[in-house]
């Protein structure tokens, strides 16, 4: 049943972010509903999913970097932001430029901070 609400969230957000806006700067609480995706570059549709990361920041901007860490505390990935797509308190940091990302961290409690 875990499974089944993960992939509905999950899918729900991959609707939304279909209106969502690019930014060039977010931050966001600590303790939101997070989720690391990371899809191999030539076979892209194989991916792995980690729920309830953490980053080493909360906030960020194009051109800065950003630390991920599983529950255990253990590094994920570091990556330098590329883009950011923001939705109803929901933003996509990735280090990918390009429109179809596949490797991006996504939290809730998201809010744009303007320039």
């Known amino acids: 049943m875990k499974s089944l609400l993960f992939f509905l969230l999950l899918f729900i957000s991959l609707i939304n972010k279909s209106y969502s806006k690019e930014v ?23 991916c792995t999913t980690e729920q309830d990361v953490e980053s080493d920041v909360s906030n960020t901007s194009i051109n ?9 505390n253990e590094l994920i990935k570091k990556f330098k932001v590329k883009k950011i797509e923001y939705s109803d308190g929901r933003c996509w ?22 320039d």
């Open 24 to 46: 060039s700067s977010v931050s966001w609480s600590h303790g939101g509903d997070t989720t690391y995706n990371s899809c191999m570059m030539i076979v892209s549709f194989i």
């Open 64 to 72: 800065k970097f950003i630390v991920i860490y599983n529950k255990k």
């Open 93 to 114: 940091i990735t280090p990918q430029p390009i429109r179809r990302y596949k490797t991006y961290f996504t939290t809730n409690k998201c809010e744009v901070v303007r």
